[in-house]
């Protein structure tokens, strides 16, 4: 089975402008997270969908990230405008059940540089 | 809540020699634990898992990993490590309950050594 695309693999963009992640879970899998790691520091759970709905979005770490997944297939995160802070390796994962016990099938990342 | 410590941001090691990764956790509640790796340019793949029983895990490529409820720790360990095991390991935590999101470490960065 294919396993969970992100793109872009690296994005580079200047303070203030706008950026989408996709993210296309593993066909099946109703359950969709975003990690994000910053450069040396823990991945950070960001939100959790379940087909289309938002399950968990206690992790997004602030209004100028906004996260979709129209239908239960693919997702977009958007960081608009993007900060400095914003830098760092974005995660998608996928599961077939929530509780994930057999783990995740994670993507692999996207390099976000903000400048 | 739960919160995981790896206190080792990097070990290098030469090939063939054994190797502990180290992994503490922090919890209120009974735990389930993970060891996920992450080799250059893939994304995390689980290595091996403890949920219950046996407090002794294994992975099909030689790594284990045992709980010790008493010093919440669980750390990876190899006998005998390859060129091929260069990548960076995650420990990761959830409680057995409750909330299904883990909690990562920061990620150990492993370097075999020819």
């Known amino acids: 089975e294919a396993g969970v695309t992100q793109f872009p693999s690296h994005s580079v963009i200047e303070k203030g402008q706008t950026v989408t992640l996709r993210c296309d879970p593993i066909?099946?899998?109703?359950?969709l997270y975003w990690y994000r790691r910053v450069m040396g520091k823990e991945i950070k759970f960001l939100l959790h969908?379940?087909?289309?709905?938002?399950?968990?979005e206690s992790g997004m770490p602030n209004n100028r990230f906004l996260a979709e997944r129209t239908g239960g297939t693919y997702s977009t995160l958007k960081v608009q405008p993007a900060e400095l802070e914003d830098s760092g390796v974005y995660f998608c994962?996928?599961?077939?059940?929530?509780?994930?016990?057999?783990?995740?099938?994670f993507g692999s990342g996207t390099r976000l540089t903000v400048v | 809540a739960q919160s995981v410590t790896q206190l080792d941001s990097q070990v290098p090691v030469f090939e063939e020699a054994p190797v502990e990764l180290r992994c503490n956790y922090s919890?209120?509640?009974?735990?389930?634990l993970f060891w996920y790796v992450q080799y250059p340019n893939q994304g995390l793949q689980l290595l091996l898992k403890y949920l219950s029983g046996s407090t002794l895990v294994e992975s099909i490529n030689g790594f284990e990993a045992e709980f010790n409820k008493s010093q919440t720790s669980f750390h990876l360990r190899k006998p005998s490590v390859h060129i091929s095991d260069t990548a960076e390991y995650f420990c990761?935590?959830?409680?057995?309950?409750?909330?299904?999101?883990?909690?990562f470490g920061r990620g150990t960065s492993l370097i075999v050594h020819p």
């Open positions: 990761a935590v959830r409680a057995s309950g409750g909330s299904y999101i883990p909690t």
């Open positions: 994962a996928s599961s077939q059940d929530r509780t994930a016990l057999y783990g995740y099938t």
């Open positions: 919890s209120s509640v009974s735990v389930y």
């Open positions: 969908f379940v087909k289309e709905s938002k399950q968990d």
């Open positions: 066909s099946g899998h109703d359950n």
